[in-house]
């Protein structure tokens, strides 16, 4: 059980790699950069004990990637050792997982809420069951540590808590928060409706009657919101996933899962967020966005997997199969290679080759 919790943290770092465009005689520069790829799919496991366990949690912290189940499964992938643990920890709804500060950090959304950290080899509670109304949406940290989680509003305001610096999640008083309005909640598809970046920013996408973006600039004591043209005024449509590749530049998908056939489920932004904008190009349904490097990123969800090439300005079909979620790792800099998970024990090592 537990025990194998142990192996879940692998030794070995690596830099995030230095691209470097070479242009060739009579190619200009905007070319070199407009290179399409396509997707390459590998299995990782063949473990039938996973074939009813819809996996949603997923981070990529160098060489290895983290992935939690809905059965309370837990398992890790090394892209270099190519070795693969699986544990199940107990009966809780897993939705997101972070490694960071050399502890793996694990999200149950319901039944108990709670959170969950692994450090010193023991499966210790930080955050339990602190209301049974709670449902948590994700949850995401800063380079520093510090972090936030995040779900469905109680008693008319959002429920965000806050990593403090001697490692406990507090709750921040509402009085610091905007109000949501009526039928406004988070979406926990893919653990990835909150973004930290940068030195104190955060992002907290929301839907339902209206389909917001919470910000904040000084790590979580104080947030603005955002107004977005994605559509609105139905249970369960809105943004399901934001990335953002600094401070100003991301993008954010959604839609409804119950109706995937939508014309407007990704919206950008270049300014921060004071602005957002549709996208144009492959629409539907999307529950996870992810921002690859330079320009690209990547969207996937029930339908399929998308690629834009332009900041989330305009998107192309990559495959039809789609995650749940989908992540790339930094640390192997000859290959563009990732991990995607979804439903019925769906864990697949994905890589990005020019075609």
């Known amino acids: 059980m537990i025990h194998i919790l142990t192996a879940l943290i692998f030794f070995g770092s690596c830099s995030p790699p230095k691209t470097k465009h070479v242009i060739q005689s009579g190619q200009s520069k905007e070319d070199s950069l407009q290179k399409k790829f396509k997707l390459l799919y590998s299995d990782i496991t063949v473990d039938s004990s996973i074939q009813n366990e819809h996996f949603r949690g997923l981070h990529i912290n160098e060489n290895t990637a983290y992935v939690s189940g809905s059965l309370g499964s837990i398992a890790t992938y090394d892209f270099k050792s190519h070795s693969f643990f699986i ?34 080899n023991t499966l210790v509670f930080i955050t339990k069951a602190v209301d049974t109304l709670a449902f948590f949406d994700g ?29 406990q999640f507090l709750r921040i008083p509402s009085t ?43 790590y979580g004591q104080t947030w603005v919101t955002q107004s977005t043209p994605m ?20 993008v954010a998908v959604g839609g409804n899962w119950e109706f995937p056939e939508c014309d407007s489920s ?24 992810t921002h690859v490097k330079d320009n690209i990123y990547i969207s ?50 994905i890589e990005l080759k020019i075609k």
Not at 144 to 165: A, M, Q, R
Not at 231 to 250: C, R, V, W
Not at 266 to 289: H, M
């Open 87 to 120: 544990d199940s920890v107990g009966p809780y709804h897993f939705r997101d997982i972070h490694f960071i500060n050399d502890a793996i950090h694990i999200m149950s959304i319901q039944n108990p809420a709670a959170l969950f950290s692994q450090d010193q």
């Open 176 to 218: 610091k928060l905007p109000q949501l309005i009526l039928n406004e909640a988070g979406f926990a598809a893919s653990g990835t409706s909150i973004d930290c970046i940068g030195k104190g920013v955060a992002y907290i996408g929301w839907g339902g009657d209206e389909v917001r973006v919470f910000k904040t600039l000084d």
């Open 266 to 289: 990704k919206i950008y932004t270049n300014d921060g967020g004071e602005t957002w904008q549709l996208a144009k190009g492959v629409q539907g349904y999307r529950s996870c966005v």
């Open 231 to 250: 559509p609105k005024h139905q249970t369960g449509t809105g943004i399901y996933s934001l990335a953002f590749k600094d401070e100003m530049n991301g």
């Open 139 to 167: 949850i995401d940290f800063w380079d520093n540590g510090e972090g936030l989680l995040f779900g469905d509003p109680i008693d008319s305001f959002p429920y965000i808590t806050k990593l403090t610096s001697d490692n």
């Open 300 to 349: 996937t969800g029930t339908k399929g997997t998308d690629i834009s090439y332009d900041d989330g300005k305009t998107w192309e079909l990559l495959d039809t199969l789609g995650f749940n979620a989908i992540q790339f790792s930094n640390c192997l800099e000859e290959q563009i290679i990732g991990i995607g998970v979804g439903n019925y024990g769906l864990i697949k090592k």
